[in-house]
């Protein structure tokens, strides 16, 4: 009985490390990617950050900098966009 109990133990084990090594492989080949992107030049989550960008800054600061001179314009909603920034910069 003590031996069957070892065994699914040793096996759990194996699956944890088994699953930190893939882990630790796909996290190479990302880095690697990108790596290879960077390199090519402008690329889509540069062009994203530029997109995100202007849309905080449509909300924080175009929009009251015109609604102090009287002009009404619509604010983008931000809940999503900031869910999309913390991925784009590496967050979860």
């Not at 759990?12 to 790596?35: A, M, P, R, W, Y």
């Not at 062009?47 to 929009?63: A, D, K, P, S």
């Amino acid at each position: 009985m003590i031996s069957v109990i070892l065994e699914l133990i040793k096996a759990g084990v194996g699956l944890f490390q088994k699953k930190k090594d893939e882990t630790v492989q796909n996290s190479h080949e990302q880095n690697q990617i990108t790596l290879e992107e960077t390199r090519n030049g402008y690329t889509w989550r540069q062009g994203l950050g530029w997109v995100l960008t202007f849309i905080v800054l449509w909300n924080y600061v175009i929009i009251p900098v015109l609604a102090a001179f009287g002009v009404l314009l619509p604010p983008v909603p931000l809940s999503e966009v900031w869910k999309v920034l913390i991925l784009l910069v590496g967050g979860s």
